[in-house]
Nanobody, 115 residues
Framework: QVQLVESGGGLVQPGGSLRLSCAASGMMFRIFFMGWYRQAPGKQRELVASISSGENTNYADSVKGRFTISRDNAKKSVYLQMNSLKPEDTAVYYC?????????WGKGTLVTVSS
């Protein structure tokens, strides 16, 4: 079955960087639309960044210029490079394959931005 496993979360100071990884299995990764979502305490889950099979990317306004999504089809992985992190970026970050409505989800990785 399809599995998505996120890694790379942790505690980082404001202004710092983290790189999240999502390893996929059980799917033809290269054809999937992939996304990173996040959910902060008390808030709804929101799309952070997405990348199509053709490597077209899209970002939430709040992360444009700071976050970069990329994919490696050979490794069946998608990445989220997060720079200039802010306390408001604190959330559980989820990897998604195939869109939020009918796609697959990982279990999430916690990112905490705090001094």
């Amino acid at each position: 079955q399809v599995q998505l496993v996120e890694s790379g979360g942790g505690l980082v100071q404001p202004g710092g960087s983290l790189r999240l990884s999502c390893a996929a299995s059980g799917m033809m990764f290269r054809i999937f639309f992939m996304g990173w979502y996040r959910q902060a305490p008390g808030k709804q889950r929101e799309l952070v960044a997405s990348i199509s099979s053709g490597e077209n990317t899209n970002y939430a306004d709040s992360v444009k210029g700071r976050f970069t999504i990329s994919r490696d089809n050979a490794k069946k992985s998608v990445y989220l490079q997060m720079n200039s992190l802010k306390p408001e970026d604190t959330a559980v970050y989820y990897c998604n394959a195939g869109g939020s409505a009918t796609g697959y989800w990982g279990k999430g990785t916690l990112v905490t931005v705090s001094s």
